[in-house]
């Protein structure tokens, strides 16, 4: 399944807040520093990403298209999607929203791509 990208979806936190309670998610704040780009990979559960601050790309690993992402956009990641964050060059902060709570070393654990 590929990843869905809404350019300019918010304005503001509590736009973000109230669209994880409508999807009944879980919301957690996470900040990629400086780095190259992440290796393809996936996650178990969906995950709704809100770029609150910075920019950088998404690979989009079936159709091979990096689209770049900027504050107020947002991207859905279907469980089990191949994908990548793109190099960051500050910093990107995100609200992350997911199906369910989870522990620090299971949230966002990145799978490999040959075990999909």
Do not use: C
């Amino acid at each position: 399944m590929p990843l869905h990208f809404s350019p300019q979806f918010f304005k503001t936190r509590a736009d973000v807040l109230d669209d994880v309670k409508a999807n009944e998610t879980w919301p957690t704040t996470f900040v990629s520093g400086p780095s190259d780009a992440l290796p393809v990979h996936w996650h178990l559960d969906e995950v709704h990403a809100y770029i609150m601050e910075g920019e950088t790309d998404f690979l989009d690993a079936e159709s091979g298209k990096q689209t770049p992402v900027v504050a107020g956009d947002k991207i859905i990641i279907p469980a089990r999607t191949l994908h990548a964050e793109g190099a960051v060059k500050d910093r990107v902060v995100y609200i992350l929203a997911l199906p369910q709570p989870l522990a620090g070393d299971d949230f966002l654990a990145m799978h490999d791509p040959d075990t999909i």
